[in-house]
């Protein structure tokens, strides 16, 4: 017998199942999946929008607004002059491709690596509950862009906030159907509090994330 | 090798008397933090009733759960490993850390692993282990184990930090709390970006996904999971949980439980290895599922603590805890959940102490998030201690003797009348005893002495008219 079925067989011992698979417990785990309920949550009526931005300053990002993702270059420079930062940074391809010139900021369209200030991403959807963003990895969409760089500037499109995570799966699914390698659920910047307690922020990811929620 | 270190007593002794462990314990305030974090869920009871019944629910069909997360992982290309023993998932480490040929590992956090004593066993392989979690490292580079499951180093202050950071960075000595993080950033950024194989513990395995869902706040846990090339996961058999749903609900309450906070700063589900056109993302992912005495539980009177999220709620919470820190209990899992979970995963007999090192005071069963009864599951192991004949002569004796007396009522009123006039005796004028013999009740706190006269006494006296 190998490790897997010594640790299964205990297992349906100890819970006095004979067979493997009896047809209604299989029936119990198929309908859970299927139906996968949303479990008890806190009342959640809120406007999303403002919640978002809320609780993105809650959990210590920075917020911006702009009214649509043509003015996204513009909000970005603006940013890195106000808080001294290189005016160059990575991107993902679909951020890099909006009309830089004039902004005075150059963006390449590559992933970033460990030496890069400043990393710029979409998302695939942000939480209005806790102020968090979302992201896929995949081709177009590094992960590694919203962690490597000490700035992580995440660009928001307004209809892609949703209440909790639980809407976030369900429009997954809709949308895609699977998940892909890595989902990344990030909530402001990184932080620790290993000594003595204190708070200090940017351990080992971005000092600072800054979201700018684009309204249309 | 995995057996706990014996003498509890005389560890909770020393650290009481160490005043640097004392003012290091009162740095943190993790109690404090997770009543604010709390208080904007109104209908908090109702949602660690839900999120217990989550865990019931997995834990009921245990099997079933893991082959379907097992049959989704495959799937997607993650490789699922089975481990019944601690020495079984050493091996397996050792075995794909050997066949990629991996020099250098870096890890975020995983409990597991310290069961195991991976570190150790990767190090007489040859191979190089980094802890990377802020924490883990200072207890790495200090030679020491964790003392809490969430803060490992609580039981460090920045001195003890910046004594090793001098050491093993052979930087100039900082103090400030912030350059000595700044510090490990700088030198764990290093390793993080020259590491070969990644390995994370598993806060939870979803089996409707077969997706590693893993939770951090440096972000360690990101870096591990998505910059070497293998990336291996450990986690406990009882990590299994449904659907997303479900784990989006326990969400709710594990990071609340821990620091405070509404959710960590990281939540990363890990489905697979890289895909095809991925830039990053490893080329091998393995989950290593453990049994290592957790399956002991299951059927049992004890099976509710495999509900377990690891928040350390519970040991934020403990009054004994809280004054002896973590090293005291002798193994890897301390406080209230450590008192039940050692002597069932690791033998009764191995841990004698652990069950009756806590006042049953109930603040771990107040707060814990999955509404694990632990005072109730400390007095069952109490109970068994005794079935087994486990407890010292001398206890067993004298509750021989007590039992023996306490059914004749003649000679039991009798016995505790001569105790009750000579300890008003021995209080002497201001009623208070100050040293018992034989016993180490007296050496903290003094006893008030008996009034003189037994309760049937002065109920007798006061049913005359």
């Known amino acids: 017998m190998s490790a897997r079925d010594n640790i299964l067989a205990r297992i349906r011992s100890a819970r006095g199942a004979a067979a493997a698979s009896a047809q209604s417990d299989l029936a119990a785990i198929d309908g859970r999946i299927n139906q996968h309920p949303v479990g008890t949550r806190p009342a959640m009526h809120w406007d999303q929008v403002p919640r978002f931005r809320e609780q993105c300053v809650r959990m210590s990002s920075t917020v911006d607004e702009v009214a649509s993702m043509r003015d996204v270059p513009a909000a970005v420079a603006r940013f890195l002059t106000e808080q001294g930062l290189p005016m160059r940074a990575v991107a993902w391809p679909k951020i890099a491709h909006l009309d830089w010139t004039g902004t005075g900021v150059t963006v390449e369209d590559r992933p970033a690596r460990g030496d890069d200030l400043v990393g710029i991403t979409g998302v695939h959807l942000a939480l209005a509950e806790t102020g968090t963003v979302m992201l896929l990895s995949g081709v177009d969409t590094p992960a590694a862009t919203s962690l490597l760089p000490e700035t992580h500037i995440a660009v928001v499109p307004a209809g892609r906030i949703v209440l909790a995570m639980e809407e976030a799966w369900a429009r997954t699914r809709e949308e895609l159907g699977e998940l892909p390698r890595a989902v990344n659920f990030v909530s402001g910047p990184s932080r620790t509090a290993d000594i003595e307690g204190q708070l200090q922020i940017g351990a080992h990811g971005p000092f600072r994330v800054h979201v700018i929620v684009a309204l249309s | ?226 910059l070497p090339r293998i990336h291996v996961a450990i986690t406990g058999v009882e990590k299994v949980v449904p659907t997303l749903e479900d784990v989006s609900c326990i969400m709710r309450l594990l990071a609340r439980s821990a620091t405070g906070q509404s959710i960590s700063n990281y939540v990363t589900l890990n489905t697979g290895p890289k895909r095809p056109g991925d830039t990053d993302g490893p080329e091998e992912m393995h989950v290593i599922i453990v049994d290592a005495g957790r399956t002991k539980l299951l059927g049992t009177d004890m099976q509710e603590a495999l509900r377990c999220i690891r928040c350390g709620a519970c040991m934020n919470h403990c009054p004994v805890y809280q004054n002896i820190g973590g090293h005291a209990y002798g193994w890897v899992y301390p406080g209230p959940i450590g008192s039940v979970l050692t002597p069932n995963y690791i033998g009764l007999e191995n841990a004698l102490d652990l069950p009756n090192a806590a006042t049953l005071c109930n603040q771990c069963g107040v707060v814990c998030p999955v509404k694990i009864p632990l005072p109730e599951l400390m007095r069952k192991l109490r109970e068994k201690q005794v079935d087994r004949g486990l407890r010292p002569w001398q206890e067993r004796l004298g509750l021989t003797l007590w039992a023996w007396a306490a059914q004749r009522p003649v000679i039991y009123g009798w016995l505790t009348g001569i105790t009750a006039r000579a300890g008003r005796f021995f209080g002497g004028a201001d009623r208070t005893i100050r040293r018992l013999p034989g016993n180490g009740w007296t050496e903290g706190r003094d006893m008030p002495a008996p009034a003189g006269k037994t309760f049937r006494e002065l109920y007798a006296k006061r049913k005359q008219p």
Do not use: C
């Open chain 2, 1 to 226: 090798m995995n057996a706990p270190v014996p003498g509890f007593k005389a560890r909770a002794h020393d650290k009481l008397n160490d005043a640097k462990i004392q003012r290091a314990m009162k740095n943190f305030n993790l109690a404090a933090a997770r009543t604010r974090g709390v208080a904007d869920l109104e209908n908090l009871e109702d949602i660690r009733t839900a999120a217990a019944s989550i865990r019931d629910h997995s834990l009921a069909r245990l099997d079933l759960w893991l082959e379907r997360f097992e049959q989704e992982a495959t799937r997607r290309g993650t490789q699922v490993h089975w481990a019944e023993t601690h020495d079984d998932i050493n091996r397996i480490v050792i075995e794909i850390a050997r066949r990629t040929a991996v020099k250098k590992i870096i890890k975020s956090k995983s409990m597991v692993s310290e069961e195991s004593h991976l570190n150790a066993a990767l190090e007489a392989e040859g191979f190089q282990v980094v802890e990377t979690d802020l924490g883990e490292y200072i207890v790495q580079l200090a030679g020491e184990t964790p003392s809490h499951i969430i803060a490992p180093a609580i039981h460090k202050n920045r001195d003890d930090v910046a004594d090793l950071f001098v050491k093993h960075h052979g930087t100039p000595r900082k103090t400030d709390i912030g350059e000595l993080t700044m510090e490990a950033r700088k030198f764990l950024r290093e390793h993080f970006l020259s590491g070969e194989m990644g390995i994370s513990g598993g806060n939870f395995l979803i089996a409707e996904t077969g997706s590693l869902f893993l939770v951090t706040n440096e972000g360690n846990g990101r870096m591990t999971t998505t």
